[in-house]
């Protein structure tokens, strides 16, 4: 089995900074592309990042140059650091990880999310 694991968010004032990390374990045996996805009250699912296993990154059009995403491959885990938010990063943020079992599946697997309200 395979369980990603999120952690960070919360509330943050208009202009804030706020990080998320995203762990994934259990029968892995390689990991491909990390991504980012959030969804707000009312509105569909978007990609706000993702970090292939060579390292390139893609964002989102209404988050380039204000967040970034990492990832640290001995840890399996992915990171997005979020700086000058604004009322409108306010979504339900879930990490989604593209990987390889043990056994051989290529599947893509959610965490639970976490809540991000940027609010004064």
């Known amino acids: 089995q395979v369980q990603l694991v999120e952690s960070g968010g919360g509330l943050v004032q208009p202009g804030g900074s706020l990080g998320l990390s995203c762990e994934a374990s259990?029968?892995?045996?390689?990991?491909?592309?990390m991504n980012w996805y959030r969804q707000a009250p009312g509105k569909e699912r978007e990609l706000v990042a993702q970090?292939?296993?060579?390292?390139?990154?893609y964002y989102g059009d209404s988050v380039k140059g204000r967040f970034t995403i990492s990832r640290a491959n001995a840890k399996n885990t992915v990171y997005l650091q979020m700086n000058s938010l604004k009322p409108e990063d306010t979504a339900v943020y879930y990490c989604?990880?593209?990987?390889?079992?043990?056994?051989?599946?290529?599947?893509?697997?959610w965490g639970q999310g976490t809540q991000v309200t940027v609010s004064s």
């Open positions: 989604n990880v593209l990987l390889r079992t043990d056994s051989g599946n290529v599947n893509a697997y």
């Open positions: 259990g029968t892995i045996f390689s990991v491909y592309s």
């Open positions: 970090v292939t296993s060579a390292g390139s990154t």
